[in-house]
T-cell receptor, first 114, second 112 residues
Framework: DGGITQSPKYLFRKEGQNVTLSCEQN?????MYWYRQDPGQGLRLIYY???????QKGDIAEGYSVSREKKESFPLTVTSAQKNPTAFYLC?????????????FGPGTRLTVL | GQQLNQSPQSMFIQEGEDVSMNCTSS?????WLWYKQDPGEGPVLLIA?????ELTSNGRLTAQFGITRKDSFLNISASIPSDVGIYFC????????????FGTGTRLTIIP
């Protein structure tokens, strides 16, 4: 089945630890995105990547890092510098970067920092 | 970053009722998208609109691209329990823009 997978679904970490969230897609999409969603709020863009080995900061990149070594994979690291990391994280992808930006989302990872 | 204004923020309706919601902006958009998000899940794309004035249906859902290109509307006819969730609009400012701007969401609840 084609789609976007995120793992794990739920993640718990202690304060001060870095944590990496996985995002994989087998849709052959060029562009991939990471969003953060807080309760009762919309989606805020963290980072995005249009091609392999290249990525750009979104609106709230501070305290996060990404890599894009393969077209299928776009992992997000939440670092200890992120002041309020507990949130629902969503990964998305789109076929032609920027042309018609229909983004398709993964199931999300809920991160709780204790 | 910019966000689109969605209205209403929440709706409480009875099963079988029709639903209307809208999304407005001070900027002109070239593409409008409507998504539905179930609790604890990722948003699912419902309808995509590419042309001012365009009216597109997907089953009981109908969406319109406003003629001014600054707004979009989503209607759901004869609501059923599985329509419960949060509906988001999203816009692409211009073709070639790699980012989407998202609305604040409309939460739909069906009263038994």
């Amino acid at each position: 089945d084609g789609g976007i997978t995120q793992s794990p679904k739920y993640l718990f970490r202690k304060e001060g630890q870095n944590v990496t969230l996985s995002c994989e897609q087998n849709l052959n999409h060029d562009a991939m995105y990471w969003y953060r969603q807080d309760p009762g709020q919309g989606l805020r863009l963290i980072y995005y990547s249009q091609i392999v080995n290249d990525f750009q900061k979104g609106d709230i990149a501070e305290g996060y890092s990404v890599s894009r070594e393969k077209k299928e994979s776009f992992p997000l690291t939440v670092t200890s510098a992120q002041k309020n990391p507990t949130a629902f994280y969503l990964c998305a992808s789109s076929m032609l970067a920027g042309l018609l930006n229909e983004q398709f989302f993964g199931p999300g990872t809920r991160l709780t920092v204790l | 970053g910019q966000q689109l204004n969605q209205s209403p923020q929440s709706m409480f309706i009875q099963e079988g009722e029709d639903v209307s919601m809208n999304c407005t902006s001070s900027s002109i958009f070239n593409t409008w998208l409507w998504y539905k998000q179930d609790p604890g899940e990722g948003p699912v794309l419902l309808i995509a609109l590419y042309k001012a004035g365009e009216l597109t249906s997907n089953g009981r859902l109908t969406a319109q691209f406003g003629i001014t290109r600054k707004d979009s509307f989503l209607n759901i006819s004869a609501s059923i329990p599985s329509d419960v969730g949060i509906y988001f609009c999203a816009g692409q400012l211009f073709f070639g823009n790699e980012k989407l701007t998202f609305g604040t969401g409309t939460r739909l609840t069906i009263i038994p």
